[in-house]
């Protein structure tokens, strides 16, 4: 594991986060994220490249609050 996917971010800061880093943070798997895309249940991806995509943290960590706070 790198140092990024264990420490949180700083307050405000902002980066893309690639496909492992997100199955990381969220523990799924490639489909289901893609599944819950498709769905409008997650975060869309953003094009990188030719055959890259990532996802912003800012929505990511915001997506998983909102699980979070959906717990009782």
């Known amino acids: 594991m790198t140092e990024d996917q ?3 971010l700083p307050a405000g800061e902002r980066r893309i986060l ?3 880093e997100v ?10 994220i893609y599944n819950l895309m498709r ?5 869309q991806a ?7 995509v ?9 997506w998983i609050a909102e699980r979070r ?3 009782v």
């Not at 769905?39 to 975060?43: E, I």
């Not at 953003?46 to 890259?52: P, S, T, V, Y």
């Not at 990532?54 to 915001?62: F, P, R």
């Open 6 to 8: 264990s420490l949180p």
């Open 18 to 20: 690639r496909r492992d």
């Open 23 to 32: 199955e990381a943070k969220t523990g799924f798997k490639r489909a289901h």
């Open 39 to 43: 769905a409008g249940k997650f975060p």
């Open 46 to 52: 953003i094009r990188l490249g030719i055959r890259a």
């Open 54 to 62: 990532g996802w912003d943290s800012h929505e990511v960590e915001q």
């Open 69 to 71: 706070n959906q717990r």
